[in-house]
Antibody, heavy 115, light 110 residues
Framework: QVQLQESGPGLVKPSETLSLTCAVS?????????WGWIRQPPGKGLEWIGS???????YYNPSLKSRVTISVDTSKNQFSLKLSSVTAADTAVYYC????????WGQGTMVTVSS | QAVVTQEPSLTVSPGGTVTLTCGSS?????????PYWFQQKPGQAPRTLIY???NKHSWTPARFSGSLLGGKAALTLSGAQPEDEAEYYC??????????FGTGTKVTVL
């Protein structure tokens, strides 16, 4: 059974970089599939941030592309999100997911941007 | 970037039928957008109901079905149950690698 678990700081200061990791269990990332990040501001809708293939190919939301980096670490069987120059508008629940079919999601982690 | 639009809210009677739609600002939604449908309940992660327009996962209740209707993607709930009350989001793929979520539809079973 494939499971995803997000981890990272719950509070980030404005202008700093948000960093999250998604640990994958029950499946080896190096075997394939796309893995990605989605976020949801409090009381609002879902936003796809980007996806990465196990080989490292990345696809980003054009509206966030200049600030986003998604990477994969096959040795640790995890992938990561970095979002730079954050503002209060980046406050959200961040989910990781297998984005080939969006069939497997992490439980989500709340990240607040505040000084 | 495309804007994907859904009805803000819909109400259905228990046992009734309701159809949610998902439209794209770029034109007609086709199978090439690989439409997805998700159900999200408060405090929970979204759960995929439908992928590639009409395909169901093993956990998708039979009362949910997906289709293309009048240039939009559609999710039909036939025989609504109280537990179907939730927010529903569609997702469209653009150029095979970029995704845009819909604005969401709050479904009330009343």
């Amino acid at each position: 059974q494939v499971q995803l678990q997000e981890s990272g700081p719950g509070l980030v200061k404005p202008s700093e970089t948000l960093s999250l990791t998604c640990a994958v269990s029950g499946y080896s990332i190096s075997s394939g599939y796309y893995w990605g990040w989605i976020r949801q501001p409090p009381g609002k809708g879902l936003e796809w941030i980007g996806s990465i293939y196990h080989s490292g190919s990345t696809y980003y939301n054009p509206s966030l592309k200049s600030r986003v980096t998604i990477s994969v670490d096959t040795s640790k069987n995890q992938f990561s999100l970095k979002l730079s120059s954050v503002t209060a508008a980046d406050t959200a629940v961040y989910y990781c997911a297998r984005t080939d079919a969006f069939d497997i999601w992490g439980q989500g982690t709340m990240v607040t941007v505040s000084s | 970037q495309a804007v994907v639009t859904q009805e803000p809210s819909l109400t259905v009677s228990p046992g009734g039928t309701v159809t949610l739609t998902c439209g794209s600002s770029t034109g007609a939604v086709t199978s090439g957008h690989y439409p997805y449908w998700f159900q999200q309940k408060p405090g929970q992660a979204p759960r995929t109901l439908i992928y590639d327009t009409s395909n169901k996962h093993s956990w998708t209740p039979a009362r949910f079905s997906g289709s293309l209707l009048g240039g939009k993607a559609a999710l039909t709930l036939s025989g609504a149950q109280p537990e179907d009350e939730a927010e529903y989001y569609c997702l469209l793929s653009y150029s095979g690698a970029l995704y845009v979520f819909g604005t969401g539809t709050k479904v009330t079973v009343l």
